[in-house]
């Protein structure tokens, strides 16, 4: 079975600071797609990256970067020099890459960057 | 693409009634998934379709809940009768085997 973890509920931090949100995962498969989405206050989920099992490098957009290791099965968000719009609940994903197509969520963290 | 569409954006029926909602998915896509949001038991998947056909239905939580796709542009999930705990968002996704999946704006129902 497949599973993902959050375990930091939420988080408040103050703007400018660094935060690492982090995903710890389980699963069977040899290879399978990580997924980040963002759900701001408005509500809808929105996508952030895709990262398949078999490409370990980090990735950096801006002032977001993720950190994928499969040894310790994690992949965590980490937001540079926060900002305001950055609050949210962030979602951490899984999905199979070969069989059933179904996304696996864990259950978020809530975000808040204050002024 | 106008992305995936969900009617009506907000719900609000009395215990018993039936409630309908509504997706039109992103054209090309042949997965499509339907979701719920609650605070307790965070997104989990209900039903997901591929090519029309359903492939997933271990999480339609009861008999009260149906879903169907009678064509690769639109899809219905239907509660009847509604109950109360059955208040929650309800998202639409679509998506490929080669992408990530999209994501309509929900539709938050409230069954009082």
């Known amino acids: 079975a497949q599973k993902v973890t959050q375990a930091q509920t939420e988080i408040s931090v103050v703007e400018k600071e660094d935060v690492t949100l982090d995903c710890v995962y389980e699963?069977?498969?040899?290879?399978?797609?990580l997924f980040w989405y963002k759900q701001p206050p408005s509500g809808e989920l929105v996508f952030l990256i895709r990262r398949n099992s078999f490409d370990e490098q980090n990735e950096i957009s801006g002032r977001y970067s993720w950190n994928f290791q499969k040894s310790t099965s994690s992949f965590n968000f980490t937001i540079t020099a926060s900002q305001v719009v950055d609050s949210a609940v962030y979602f951490c994903?899984?999905?199979?890459?070969?069989?059933?197509?179904?996304?696996?969520f864990g259950q978020g963290t809530r975000l808040t960057i204050n002024p | 693409d106008a992305g995936v569409i969900q009617s009506p954006r907000h719900e609000v029926t009395e215990m018993g009634q039936e409630v309908t909602l509504r997706c039109k998915p992103i054209?090309?896509?042949?997965?499509l998934f339907w979701y719920r949001q609650t605070m307790m038991r965070g997104l989990e998947l209900l039903i997901y379709f591929n090519n029309n056909v359903p492939i997933d239905d271990s999480g339609m939580p009861e008999d009260r809940f149906s879903a169907k796709m009678p064509n690769a542009s639109f899809s219905t999930l239907k509660i009847q009768p509604s109950e109360p705990r059955d208040s929650a968002v309800y998202f639409c996704?679509?998506?490929?085997?080669?992408?990530?999946?999209?994501f309509g704006q929900g539709t938050r129902l409230t069954v009082v």
């Open positions: 699963t069977r498969d040899t290879t399978y797609y």
């Open positions: 996704a679509s998506g490929t085997r080669e992408t990530e999946a999209f």
């Open positions: 994903a899984l999905r199979k890459i070969q069989g059933a197509q179904k996304l696996v």
């Open positions: 054209s090309g896509h042949d997965y």
